[in-house]
Nanobody, 123 residues
Framework: QVQLVESGGGLVQTGGSLRLSCAAS????????MGWFRQAPGKERVFVAA????????NYADSVKGRFTISRDNAKNVVDLQMNSLKPEDTAVYYC????????????????WGQGTQVTVSS
């Protein structure tokens, strides 16, 4: 089992940047695929980015490709999401997720979730 705690959210203007971090507990962090999802008010939770266990493979939603970068440090049990060129439509609660099985884009395939961190982009 793994516990996930996100940090780094906040309020930023359009075009600005934020870096989200997700700290994981446990000694088997490198066994997990890691991902980020987001949920805007009144909408479903959607995939943002995912990274393989070694960090060698990443996947991004089309809406963030070229602007967001996911990375991980298995020695520190951390996965980050660097968000650049932020837009108002990026406003959402961002969730860190972990899976032992796969790095899918559907939320139901992920096993563990953090509590979320709010990102607000003002226009």
């Amino acid at each position: 089992q793994v516990q996930l705690v996100e940090s780094g959210g906040g309020l930023v203007q359009t075009g600005g940047s934020l870096r989200l971090s997700c700290a994981a507990s446990g000694r088997t962090f490198s066994s997990y695929f890691m991902g980020w999802f987001r949920q805007a008010p009144g909408k479903e939770r959607v995939f943002v980015a995912a990274i393989s266990r070694s960090g060698g493979t990443t996947n991004y939603a089309d809406s963030v490709k070229g602007r967001f970068t996911i990375s991980r440090d298995n020695a520190k049990n951390v996965v980050d999401l660097q968000m650049n060129s932020l837009k108002p439509e990026d406003t959402a609660v961002y969730y860190c997720a972990a899976s032992l099985r796969m790095m899918a884009t559907t939320s139901r395939t992920w096993d563990y979730w953090g509590q979320g961190t709010q990102v607000t982009v003002s226009s």
